[in-house]
């Protein structure tokens, strides 16, 4: 049975920083492509960041040069650190396999004020 379990969302002013984790579990997690994605209210769930098994990444263009990606296979863990936070930012952040998707989590909510 695969779980993932989201933590890390909080309410920031614009400019700050958040960290996100996911613990992952039923799954070979070592060699499964991970993602982080977002969903804002009344808008489309959108994948804003990846990791592959070789940790080479890739980025939505709306979080270039703010967001990394990371993962611990020790801990079976993907991270999502998150500076310079914008208030369009703002949605609840989910995480789940890129190339073969599983249930959802609950997510974490992410609140970015002005």
């Known amino acids: 049975q695969v779980q993932l379990v989201e933590s890390g969302g909080g309410l920031v002013q614009a400019g700050g920083s958040l960290r996100l984790s996911c613990a992952v579990s039923?799954?070979?997690?070592?060699?499964?492509?991970m993602g982080w994605f977002r969903q804002a209210p009344g808008k489309q769930r959108e994948l804003v960041a990846s990791?592959?098994?070789?940790?080479?990444?890739e980025y939505t263009d709306s979080v270039k040069g703010r967001f990394t990606i990371s993962r611990n296979n020790a801990r079976n863990t993907v991270y999502l650190q998150m500076n310079s936070l914008k208030p369009e930012d703002t949605a609840v952040y989910y995480c789940?396999?890129?190339?073969?998707?599983?249930?959802w989590g609950k997510g974490t909510p992410v609140t970015v004020s002005s």
């Open positions: 789940n396999g890129v190339k073969s998707r599983y249930s």
């Open positions: 039923g799954i070979f997690f070592s060699v499964t492509s």
């Open positions: 990791i592959n098994r070789d940790d080479s990444t």
